[in-house]
């Protein structure tokens, strides 16, 4: 599709409006960031000055007494079913262990 005369003196007299929007458009985002700044400084100070609202509390001893009550519970249960399924007559599964590996897993470090 040729270009016609009439085309590019239209294209030529916006040239200026383009200029002027492409100036803005680059100048909006550094603003934009600062005033995203500032905000989060203004909330950062507020909230140290404020006094803070006690968040949910984690797990406490009741919570880990409940865990090891149902860990228990579902060991006897998968102990009560392994004795029935021996008796159906099933063979257990063999499990591969090395023993230069242990069982033992240091977490520190």
Not at 4 to 10: E, F, R, T
Not at 52 to 72: A, D, F, H, T
Request: charged share 35%; glycine share 10%; hydrophobic share 25%.
């Amino acid at each position: 599709m040729p270009l016609l005369p009439i085309d590019l003196q239209i294209m030529f007299g916006q040239m200026s409006y383009v200029g002027k929007e492409q100036a803005v458009q680059r100048d909006v985002t550094p603003q934009y960031q600062f005033v995203q700044g500032s905000e989060m400084v203004q909330k950062a100070e507020h909230d140290d000055s404020a006094v803070n609202q006690s968040q949910q509390l984690g797990e406490g001893p009741e919570k880990v007494k409940e865990q090891e009550e149902k860990e228990k519970r579902r060991h006897s249960r998968d102990q009560r079913r392994g004795e029935s399924s021996e008796s159906g007559g099933r063979e257990e599964k063999k499990i591969f262990e090395d023993p230069d590996l242990g069982h033992h897993v240091d977490l520190v470090g």
